[in-house]
């Protein structure tokens, strides 16, 4: 089947693209990591994953999971936690309203930024 590919968009520093493989938000502002399918597609409708990595964990922890669920057949989201675990690396998460309202906001930037 022959198809034709208008060349990609030249994007910004701060621009996140999922179609670009691996990605994280701007250094900044990284509080999620992107995962593109292998041989994404861009006009196909993707099922998402989103990871909500353990205590201690991060964002970035989303790169090891995501190869035993697929590697073709889902796009990946990665979000971390809204506190620094204390003492250690990594981010935890707490259940307090402003806590989970944090989470929801970051579950919603990442896909936004997947979208783009």
């Known amino acids: 089947m022959n198809r034709l590919f208008a060349p990609p968009k030249k994007s910004s520093v701060s621009r996140t693209r999922v179609d670009q493989g691996v990605k994280t938000a701007p250094r900044d502002h990284s509080t999620y990591s992107l995962l593109a399918p292998m041989h994404y597609e861009a006009n196909y409708a993707y099922p998402v994953v989103v990871w909500l990595h ?63």
């Not at 190869?67 to 690396?89: F, K």
């Not at 259940?95 to 930024?113: G, K, P």
């Open 54 to 116: 353990s205590d201690g964990g991060d964002e970035k922890q989303l790169l090891r999971v995501m190869p035993h669920v697929s590697m073709r057949n889902y796009v990946g989201i990665g979000i971390r936690a809204s506190l620094p675990c204390e003492g250690r690396r990594g981010y935890q998460w707490q259940q307090s309203s402003s806590c989970i309202l944090t989470a929801e906001n970051r579950v919603h930037e990442a896909i936004t930024a997947a979208r783009a």
